[in-house]
């Protein structure tokens, strides 16, 4: 667990302002999730500077064993087994960053700045996303984003929103986070 109660899911490789990438083992792929929300802090920082994002793409990469395995044409469950829980296949999560909380302050802008290499990657817990949601700003830099599905990221990030408040109040938050988009 990182801090605030977060599960821990990786360690930034790269990142810029506007987004970063983060790496795992596939054993640790259980739980991140498209449109998921996840935060990063400066190990080497004051923690104040809390970076808020969701989660654009997961690529699971390959290796030459596993060109091997599928050339070979006949794939025993050994093998299967062996590839999936004891190598280190490598999993890429590319994060949209959408915002930072600073101070306790929810800010819908890029962060001043990104996070460094190794720092850990969690997903925010409940509390933080609801907390963060409650300012439906964060709807402009999903719908600003480069290179993603932003109507299939923007769904998912309402969607897991929503999810993170209490029963009586999801309809509710459904209903403003689709009045704001209507007057996009």
Do not use: W
């Not at 309809?171 to 689709?178: E, I, K, Q, T, Y």
């Amino acid at each position: 667990m990182t801090a605030a109660g977060t599960y821990d899911i990786g360690r930034v490789l790269r990142a810029s302002t506007e987004g970063f990438t983060c790496g795992l083992r596939s054993q640790e792929l259980q739980y991140p999730a498209y449109g998921a929300f996840v935060q990063t802090m400066h190990l080497n920082g004051d923690g104040s500077l809390v970076v808020i994002g969701v989660i654009t793409a997961i690529r699971i990469d390959d290796d030459p064993l596993v060109r091997q395995l599928i050339m070979a044409n006949t794939m025993n469950e050994a093998a299967l087994r062996d590839q999936r829980e004891n190598r280190l296949v490598p999993v890429e999560i590319d994060v949209l960053s959408i915002g930072y909380m600073h101070n306790g302050h929810s800010i819908y802008n890029l962060p001043p700045r990104p996070p460094m290499s190794l720092d850990p990657v969690g997903l925010c817990n409940a509390d933080t996303i609801e907390y963060f949601t409650e300012g439906l700003d964060f709807i402009r830099l999903i719908l600003k984003a480069r290179n993603v599905s932003t109507e299939d990221l923007l769904g998912a990030a309402i969607r897991g929103a929503a999810q993170s408040r209490a029963t009586q109040h999801q309809r509710a938050f459904l209903v403003a986070a689709g009045r704001r988009l209507a007057g996009c």
